[in-house]
């Protein structure tokens, strides 16, 4: 359901991991932080900086989010980055630890998966789930067309909700 709830929070966080993605889809870093005070963030935060290679809008907005921490860790912004997510990995390593404050929205995906004898049939970006009597409608978020399950062929079914806070701009923690 990429919900977008609208409270957005500043807190202080520490990160924990920067991990290079390279996948036939994306190409980046995955960032992971921690929140410095346990009361304030009990969902993960996390933050991807698309680094694909090719000047796209993705790419322009990932580095930047990229270099952006990298000034606010007060490291040195020089190199190529697009298409080069192991070197911003490690050039971001020696920071892993530090305490930066983060401005963070929440979000939410639902994911619906039926099982029938034939198989699995996964649905991510779920934004409905309805039945009647002979069916399952399965509606999902953006330009797509809804998905009917016939309830005589599902065996079992599940419907999961996954929570984050997505991290929207990265800030020195304060002195």
């Given at each position: ?7 957005t929070?500043?807190?202080l ?11 036939p889809?994306?190409?980046?870093v995955?960032?992971?932080y921690?929140a410095?005070?346990?009361?304030k963030a009990?969902?993960?935060i996390?933050?991807f900086a698309d680094l ?6 993705g ?13 606010e ?15 911003a990995?490690r ?22 998966e039926?099982f ?9 970006d779920?934004s409905?789930v ?5 069916a399952?409608l ?11 399950l ?5 065996v ?9 806070l997505?991290v ?8």
């Open positions: 359901m990429l919900a977008e709830m609208r409270s929070r500043r807190i966080a520490v990160l924990e991991r920067a991990l290079a993605v390279r996948e889809d994306r190409c980046g995955a960032l992971a921690r410095s005070l346990r009361s009990d969902l993960p996390l933050d694909r290679p090719g000047g796209d809008v790419s322009a907005l990932g580095l930047a989010r990229l270099l952006r921490l990298l000034r860790a007060r490291l040195s912004t020089n190199g190529e980055w697009l298409g080069e997510p192991e070197a990995a050039r971001l390593a020696s920071v892993i630890g530090r305490e930066f404050r983060l401005e963070v929205v929440p979000r939410s995906r639902v994911h619906f039926a029938t004898e034939d198989g699995a049939i996964a649905v991510a779920v409905e309805s039945a009647d009597e002979s399952f399965v509606r999902r978020v953006g330009a797509h067309p809804p998905l009917r016939e309830r005589s062929q599902v079992r079914r599940r419907t999961t909700l996954e929570r984050w997505e929207k701009s990265v800030a020195r923690k304060p002195a």
